[in-house]
């Protein structure tokens, strides 16, 4: 489990995290979910440890984040993938060097589905694609927990599908999907868990199944009742 405990986290005069908390489950794909600039992405880089926090603790199944944490956790940024110079094999060798959990058969096998193959230079790819170059390499990193950040940003609508039907299919039973997305729609069947934020803090976290069984509602349909009281 990753607990969240009042975490806050300033840059400048700009409060990003305002005394959050919350619990993420093992063995569930949890979304993040929020409007523009609430903080979504200061939350999965400072579970990472890529960002400091100013005030509260974040522990991974129970310890701060140290070098054994370290190999639990695979962090998929929003930015273009790494590697640009690099072929797809020569980024997969690198990433091999990093992460101890590294899975070559997860790879190849993420890498034959999205019709790629490893001898492609990564600064020649479409933008779909470097974004299906990226999602291997956080995934074949085999981590407890994976976290993305608006993985669908720049994908179309179909490579969006597959990428949620891949997500699923590689996911064991004690492994997590962390996701921040807009796209929320897309992740409806897939999702467990839900955390609405905003301005810094968790406003509302539900089991989407729950919500679907005692109140009708979609996803959507609950974050527009929270966020306007719909
Ligand atoms: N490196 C930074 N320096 C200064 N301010 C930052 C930095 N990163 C984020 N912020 C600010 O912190 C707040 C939260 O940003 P964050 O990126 O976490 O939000 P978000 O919910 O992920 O937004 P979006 O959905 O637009 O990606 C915003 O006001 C943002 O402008």
Do not use: C
């Given at each position: 489990m990753i607990e969240v405990k009042n975490v806050s986290k300033k840059y400048k005069k700009i409060k990003?995290?305002?005394d959050i908390s919350f619990n993420i489950q093992e063995g569930k794909i949890t979304a993040i979910l929020g409007t523009n600039g609430v903080g979504k992405s200061t939350i999965l880089k400072a579970i990472s440890g890529l960002v400091g926090i100013d005030s509260g603790e974040i522990l991974i199944d129970g310890d701060r984040i140290n070098k054994d944490t370290y190999n639990k956790l695979a962090f998929v940024p929003d930015v273009e993938s790494h590697f640009?110079?690099?072929?797809i094999k020569e980024s997969f060798e690198f990433m091999k060097e990093f992460y101890i959990n590294w899975s070559d058969e997860k790879a190849y096998e993420m890498l034959e589905i999205f019709n790629l193959?490893?001898?492609?230079l990564i600064s020649s790819l479409s933008k779909g694609n470097k974004a299906r170059v990226k999602i291997v390499l956080g995934f074949a990193q085999n981590a407890k927990y994976t976290l993305l950040d608006?993985?669908?940003?720049?994908?179309?609508i179909f490579k969006r599908e597959e990428f949620i039907g891949i997500m699923a299919k590689y996911m064991d039973e004690n492994q997590s999907i962390i996701i921040t997305t807009h796209e929320i729609g897309e992740i409806e069947m897939i999702v467990d868990d839900v955390l609405i934020i905003d301005n810094g803090k968790l406003i509302f976290g539900f089991n989407a199944e729950e919500i679907r069984q005692s109140?009708?509602?979609?996803i959507i349909d609950k974050m527009r009742e929270v966020y306007r009281g719909e």
């Amino acid at each position: 489990m990753i607990e969240v405990k009042n975490v806050s986290k300033k840059y400048k005069k700009i409060k990003a995290l305002n005394d959050i908390s919350f619990n993420i489950q093992e063995g569930k794909i949890t979304a993040i979910l929020g409007t523009n600039g609430v903080g979504k992405s200061t939350i999965l880089k400072a579970i990472s440890g890529l960002v400091g926090i100013d005030s509260g603790e974040i522990l991974i199944d129970g310890d701060r984040i140290n070098k054994d944490t370290y190999n639990k956790l695979a962090f998929v940024p929003d930015v273009e993938s790494h590697f640009p110079q690099l072929t797809i094999k020569e980024s997969f060798e690198f990433m091999k060097e990093f992460y101890i959990n590294w899975s070559d058969e997860k790879a190849y096998e993420m890498l034959e589905i999205f019709n790629l193959t490893d001898d492609l230079l990564i600064s020649s790819l479409s933008k779909g694609n470097k974004a299906r170059v990226k999602i291997v390499l956080g995934f074949a990193q085999n981590a407890k927990y994976t976290l993305l950040d608006e993985p669908f940003s720049g994908i179309d609508i179909f490579k969006r599908e597959e990428f949620i039907g891949i997500m699923a299919k590689y996911m064991d039973e004690n492994q997590s999907i962390i996701i921040t997305t807009h796209e929320i729609g897309e992740i409806e069947m897939i999702v467990d868990d839900v955390l609405i934020i905003d301005n810094g803090k968790l406003i509302f976290g539900f089991n989407a199944e729950e919500i679907r069984q005692s109140e009708g509602k979609s996803i959507i349909d609950k974050m527009r009742e929270v966020y306007r009281g719909e």
